[in-house]
């Protein structure tokens, strides 16, 4: 069975500094992995997603991820945070093989200025 | 990417009701998808619907409780019914992308949601 762990229910940075969210798979495939963005009361919103292709993806609004499959890991970074990135972040995981995307619980994200 | 309209986008219902949510999409796909989204939660699969067949719903989620139909390509609807206070969520619609770019296979598009509260 496929699934994520995110390590923070909360993370808060001020503006300007760096952003990294936490995330953990298990898969017993090579999972794709996508980091999803939910500002209040919207919908979501693909940041990034990996496929086997490059380890390190970029992604929209400068995020970008990397796959560490030695770590499990699939951590989301920014190098400066904006007030505009406060929103709930979901890492979800997908096998190659099928279809069902199974969601982190999210860490929510606070900008402070 | 696929666009995705759902209503409602809200609605505040009393215990015991049922209610349908709409999901519309502005173009035809085999399979869409119904998550639920309960206060505080990430998000829940409840089933999958294929155009022409019966629905596949997840462990815990009954076809008696949560109805959908597939008419068409294009449409579905998800009903919740007699409802009670535990069903107060946010009811999300998804299909699987076909696009390229970031974009593309296994990446699913939603709607915008449908926020319940149930009395």
């Known amino acids: 069975a496929q699934s994520v762990t995110q390590l923070d229910s909360h993370v808060s940075v001020s503006e300007g500094t760096p952003v990294l969210l936490r995330c953990n798979y298990s898969?017993?495939?090579?999972?794709?992995l996508f980091w999803y963005v939910q500002h209040p009361n919207k919908g979501l919103q693909l940041l990034l997603k990996y496929t086997s292709a490059a380890t390190l993806v970029k992604g929209i609004n400068g995020f970008e991820a990397e796959f560490k499959k030695s770590e499990t890991s699939f951590h989301l970074t920014k190098p400066s945070a904006h007030m505009s990135d406060a929103a709930e972040y979901f890492c979800v995981v997908s096998p190659n093989s099928g279809y069902a995307l199974n969601f982190g619980k999210g860490t929510s994200l606070l900008v402070t200025p | 990417s696929a666009v995705i309209s759902q209503k409602p986008s809200r609605d505040i219902c009393q215990r015991g009701t049922s209610l349908t949510i709409q999901c519309q999409v502005d173009s035809q796909v085999t399979m869409m998808f119904w998550y639920r989204q309960q206060p505080g939660q990430s998000l829940t699969l409840i089933a999958t619907a294929n155009q022409g067949s019966e629905a596949t719903y997840e462990s815990g989620f009954v076809i008696d409780k949560f109805p959908i139909s597939r008419p068409n390509l294009t449409f579905s609807t998800l009903t919740v019914s007699n409802m009670s206070p535990e069903d107060s969520s946010i009811y999300l619609c998804?299909?699987?992308?076909?696009?390229?770019?970031?974009?593309?296979?296994?990446?699913?598009?939603f709607g915008a949601g449908s926020r319940l509260t149930v009395l």
């Open positions: 998804s299909v699987r992308d076909t696009g390229t770019g970031l974009s593309g296979a296994n990446v699913l598009t």
């Open positions: 898969s017993s495939y090579s999972p794709s």
